[in-house]
């Protein structure tokens, strides 16, 4: 079996490549056809865990959603490099699913030597595997300074005899002289490969945009194969930056969660599912006063985090340690999820060099200690029984642990607006929810022992070390992700159901067949179109 090559790139990052890799890949997948999603290289620090050569390791999150819309196994082949940035010039570099501390040491440029026979051997097993290949580029493949160590781009659709297309975002201006300056800066052994242009995130009356589209293909011979309406709610999580403003669903408010977004923020991907809910407000905060308005019904979560005592050092510049304290004092709810669970602590020890060593902002009484083996596996687990208010708490199973000791804050001039009293437990609705999710940490989190043994504990929610809450019941830190992404728990919280992944995945394929040229997707597979399903 070899498998035909389809490659999406971009005339710039965040031009679509992603998206549309992802509805190429279920669009093909709808055909009988086997296939995979690649990307060579991905920077993100939005990562899955999937099978590898050596265990679970890791991949970014849209090869992952990618391989799902193909109806096919994640596997690290399926983006064997991942680089996960830590700081402005510094990233973690992932091979084959794994940490590689000798390559992270490596500048970029004389990394690609050593990592292309690693790529070219994962793709080419996926091709020998599968009936089409949908590959998805990065950045864009002109950047000419880069070309003679590019592992991603055009290295990789000469090695796969990709039929590639081009897309844009004519939604920022200047798309024909994007298309046409990618285009003109490529030799004309790379230009052969474009076999089609498309315009992406369109607003108005497509018959506005000619002649441009005819008069491109006369300098260039590629064809403008399809004109992408903008498209806000096509359910897909974005695969960097945080999502756009329209995060309000339809209906009456009644919920905002406030998502903190710190410099270094990872895996924010797993909040998509929340942009759906009903009556529920999903918002971006980098200031303290994003934080001023919230009521103690609203949520404030702070996600993970590639470099958390970086991060913890941002939001304390930033004065949002105060407020979201003050969001918990006045009895308002608190998730912390991996790294945000361990800045909820009391201390981040880093007796390895991994992180760095700094305070938490003390809401548990927990202590994270980094170690030099990272976690990386899926989880499936069962939050224990917690009756609701501050009475008591207990794990199902045989663990058991005290009463709380703490009583809620008093009413206060500076918690107006919140509706402080008897405690309700806002994570209450989760006891006794199994949920499947995913880990991806170096820290280990235990419970402070000088603070313990003074009868300050986190009382503990989730089995094997996973999740804690507070003695009021109101801030929650968990190692797991993927949370809202678990159908029984968004059930449990909001007595909701959302549009499930298949679901978007098939809107999303049947959006390209609509709006791309009759036949122009099937010809992209050139002579052999009409693959056989049999060939599955």
Not at 111 to 122: C, D, N, Y
Request: overall charge negative.
């Amino acid at each position: 079996m070899t498998a035909q090559c389809v490659m999406v790139l971009g005339t710039t990052s965040g031009a679509g490549k992603s998206w549309l890799t992802t509805a190429l890949c279920r669009y093909y997948a709808r055909q009988g056809l086997k296939v995979a999603p690649f990307k060579a290289q991905n920077m993100s620090n939005n990562a899955r865990v999937v099978a590898g050569e050596h265990g679970q390791g890791e991949i970014g999150s849209a090869q992952y959603f990618q391989a799902l819309a193909a109806r096919a196994v994640p596997d690290v082949r399926m983006n064997p490099l991942l680089l996960k940035p830590e700081r402005d010039t510094h990233s973690q570099v992932v091979l084959m699913g794994q940490v590689s501390a000798e390559l992270s040491a490596v500048g970029w440029r004389g990394r690609s030597a050593s990592v292309w026979p690693v790529i070219a051997q994962a793709l080419d097993e996926l091709i020998a595997e599968n009936d089409v290949v949908v590959i998805e580029g990065a950045g864009s493949p002109a950047e000419v300074n880069l070309s003679d160590c590019d592992i991603v781009n055009m290295r990789v659709a000469l090695h796969a005899k990709a039929a590639c297309l081009l897309v844009t975002d004519i939604d920022r201006g200047g798309a024909f002289a994007h298309l046409y300056g990618t285009w003109a800066l490529l030799p004309e052994n790379e230009r052969a490969l474009l076999k089609g242009f498309v315009l992406n995130k369109f607003r108005g009356d497509a018959t506005l945009l000619a002649p441009a589209p005819q008069m491109l293909e006369k300098l260039t011979g590629v064809p403008t194969v399809a004109t992408l309406p903008m498209w806000w709610q096509h359910g897909l999580p974005e695969e960097d930056g945080v999502f756009d403003d329209r995060s309000v669903s339809a209906g009456v408010v009644t919920k905002t969660v406030a998502v903190i977004v710190y410099p270094h923020l990872s895996n924010l991907d797993e909040f998509q599912p929340l942009k759906n809910v009903p009556g529920l407000r999903l918002q971006w905060v980098r200031s303290p006063m994003q934080l001023a308005g919230l009521a103690s019904s609203d949520w404030v979560i702070l996600p993970g985090s590639k470099h958390t005592s970086s991060d913890l050092a941002w939001l304390r510049h930033q004065g949002l340690d105060a407020a979201i304290a003050q969001h918990a004092a006045c009895g308002g709810a608190v998730l912390g999820i991996c790294g945000g669970l361990q800045m909820l602590g009391e201390a981040l020890i880093d007796p390895h060099g991994i992180d760095g060593n700094a305070p938490g902002l003390g809401l548990l009484p927990l202590v994270t200690v980094f170690d030099l083996d990272k976690t990386v596996r899926h989880t499936q687990t069962k939050f224990g029984l917690a009756m609701a208010g501050s009475t008591a708490w207990a794990l199902a199973g045989d663990l058991m642990v005290p009463n709380a000791h703490k009583s809620a804050p008093s009413q206060s001039p500076s918690c107006a607006g919140h509706t402080v009293g008897a405690p309700t437990h806002p994570w209450a609705a989760l006891a006794g929810v199994a949920v499947s999710g995913y880990e991806i940490h170096h820290g280990q989190t235990r419970q402070h022992p000088a603070m313990a043994a003074a009868g300050d504990i986190a009382h503990p929610v989730l089995p094997n070390d996973l999740g804690w809450l507070n003695a009021q019941g109101n801030v929650l830190g968990l190692y797991v992700h993927g949370l809202f992404e678990d159908a029984s728990v968004l059930r449990a919280l909001f007595g909701a159901t959302v549009p499930t992944l298949d679901a978007v995945f098939d809107g999303l394929a049947d959006y390209v067949q609509r709006h791309f040229n009759p036949g122009a997707l099937d010809a992209l597979l050139g002579p052999d179109s009409t693959l056989s399903p049999t060939r599955r």
